[in-house]
């Protein structure tokens, strides 16, 4: 058998073997157009040494043979579905939709004879054909994801054609497996439907990116659709509906219940259809002819007109940069309960996580602008012009990651936007560690994969260097050519080049190559020689693997100051090592690679604390002395520390204040013997124009000597910013002459702010404080968000210290929200404040059930790996 099989083995080797010879000599015979007549060579078989080689071609093949299985093509076109009408009602109990949809569509372009509609997990009726005023049954078969549905005869693209039926979808059923982005696959949610958690309100809100809106209503769930639609929805008449388009009737039953009407004049992809439905209150404001409303849960409206307040110049600016006025006829934004991601893009009407749901008090340190804008620049990037494939999905999320930028550079100043772009260069960075692919990559396992980093992050650098590189003329008035060309329609990224390339005048394949169609990002090696210091000598290096990574054509800023004026020169870097002669002219000893942080690339130029204290004393950009500040931090610079610290202090750029503040409050000693530093520090609690920046200044007042401040805290403690009152009540928790008295925690143990309530819950556990069982339940109840997480580890040191006051019903809590949160950070959480109660057999054996259902991998390694060691300990 063995001997049989080498020769099977050998033959099909040869036969291979010659093809490809064969295929090899035809292609240069090709190209050779007049040759002397060539002696003939003698072929000879592969010998045993060959079979290496032949299995390194056998692996090719297999290798491209899966490639061009396993694309991840446009999904095709059979049907144009044209408009949407669906007729819904909900079964609050059974967390099901009933429906029933009318579908007008017609063949894209060949005859067609088969539809084939979305629909997962659905209850059918019949199917009709309505033609005129008749209809007719069609015969259809069901797989519980699609609905293939057979016409009584083929039709042309010139015939348009209708469908029509009911239905009862049920989202619940088969959900779950989420991603990062998105945690839930429902399609449709329904948030305590029976009214049964206190505290919560009942509410239903929809989720359909990237193909779960077939969960609630069959389409064809795929982002080069498009459609227009009109829904009626039928609802208890104490709810507020909302969706896509305008509110054009409503109609009253007389039973508790009526009826509305939203329509949707204009074309969407089926992912951005939405609804929201419950007791919602609403701030109205406009921008220009274009009503914009803000819907909250009742109590929270004087919070969502200041979280919101910046939508109407947020509109007006975006209009005015891109020379399109905003697209559609209304532009709402709902704050919903237990939502699955952070915010998504509905078009005009954008759905937001419940963490912007504020009071008016709370709302004062809103720090959200940066996911408002987001969201509305999507209606523009996302809506009005739709990514055509998950593979493009950069063409979304990297625009509407990049409006950030844009946002914060229009109102609050270059420096602000520099840090948000640091930031996600960073972010992308951490995920090069473990991940590179393509931005546009046609591979993937699931179009939920796409939701990463490199989409987002990676993304809205690279549209901010290519800006750089255009010009802002170039670059705006590319974007416009690119949305007035492809508005209301789906588009590939070369959609996105060519409308630069037309009005720039160059080719640019080679940005769109190495950025888009490849991955990876330069790491880039300088030396700086001033042995001249008229003309310094840059020598730059490409360091990337190059077998993985492309070696990049990449503009770089040098710059340089003379005196108070600051000058650069663009070097193009574009091979694996240049030397480029600045010409400076007036001698320097000190050049910038990037200072302006403008490029996607890991940077290394020696440095020392002595020229990154320069830097800091040079530089007129703040987020070059933000990087400077930062390094000698991370470096343990003591010495050139003590010099920039009481200077950064008094920085423009209230995030260098704000790091210098952080690094005092790890250092106070610096305090006991500078009073001056001191004084410098209590000025800026006291009248520094950034709350946060005067909330991190109380905070190194407490670490240094909270009894010499305990009068300020008092007074500081009454403040209307919760940053600032909860920085005062930990400093006044901090003082031991005198001692906080229990009745003025008592006082601001009424708060649900979690920066009152974390002080009042460190006071309780370390005092200690027994009896306060109910007032830990209470407020992890009302608490959410980050506020919610940072409780977690309060709530179970209590319980474990005092478990007579409820461990069992706290125990219980914990893996209810290990279990069933929808946020992955809070399951995390909610697990590592269960490890408090580990010295408990019977906890650890609940913990390790709870684990077993975890879907996501990190957090199931987690899990794992935590429990792994509390077996070996016990």
Known sequence: MITQRTRISKKSNWILFLFLLITVWSCKTNQVTETEPQAE???????????????????????????????????????????????????????????HTKLTLKPFFDPQKVLILDAQDFELKEIKLVEKSTQSSLAYRYNEQQITIYLPKEYSRADTIQIEFDYTAFPEKNAGNGNSAISDTKGLYFIDPLDTIPGKPTMIWTQGETEHNSKWFPTIDKPNERFTQVFKLTVPDSMISISNGELIKQEKFGNGLRKDHWEMKLPQAPYLAAIAIGNFGKVESSWKDIPLGYYVEKGYEKGAAKVFKNTPDMVGFFSDLLGVKYPWPKYDQIVVRDFVSGAMENTTASIFMEELRLTEREAIDSEWDYIIAHELFHQWFGDYVTTESWSNLTLNEAFANYSEFLWNEYKYGRDEAKLKLVTETETYFEESESKQVDLIRFFYGDSEDMFDSHSYSKGGVILHMLREFLGDEKFFEGLNLYLKTHAFQSVEVHDLRLAFEKVSGEDLNWFFNQWFLDKGHPELYFEADYSQPGNVLISAYQMQDLAKTP??????????????????????????????????????????????????AKISLESTPKKMLKQFNQSQLGIARYEALDSLVA???????????????????????????????????????????????????????RNSVKAGAIDVLADFNADKYHSSFLRMVNDSSYLIAGSALMGLMSATDPKVSPELVERFAAEDNFRMVIPVADYYITTPVAGKGDWFQKKIEKLSGEGYYFFLGYYSEYFSRFPEEGKGRAVEYLLGIMRNDSKKFIRLGAFQALLGFSDDQEVVKKITESASHETDSDLKNYFSYFMETLKDEN
């Not at 040098?558 to 002219?585: D, H, P």
């Not at 952080?662 to 530093?677: D, F, I, R, W």
């Open 41 to 99: 060579e003698e072929l000879t078989l592969p010998e045993e040494d060959d079979d290496l080689d032949s299995l390194a071609i056998l692996n090719l093949i297999a290798k491209k043979e899966n490639e061009i299985a396993d694309y991840r093509a446009s999904a095709k076109r059979d049907f144009d579905l044209l408009h949407t009408e669906l007729d819904l009602a909900f079964d609050w109990e059974r967390q099901a939709v009933i429906g």
């Open 551 to 600: 070696l990049f054509k990449l503009p770089v800023e040098i710059s340089w100051y003379e005196g108070e004026t600051r000058k650069s020169k663009t070097l193009l870097v574009e091979r694996a090592f240049q030397q480029f002669a600045l010409e400076n002219n007036t001698p320097v000893d000190l050049v910038y690679i990037d200072e302006a942080k403008d490029l996607l």
């Open 635 to 689: 470096w343990e610079a003591k010495e050139e520390l003590r010099v920039i610290i009481p200077i950064a202090l008094e920085d423009k750029f209230w995030s260098v204040r704000e790091s210098a503040l952080a690094y005092l409050q790890g250092n106070p000693e610096m305090l006991g013997s500078n009073s001056e530093l001191e004084e410098k520090v209590y000025r800026i609690a006291e009248s520094d124009i």
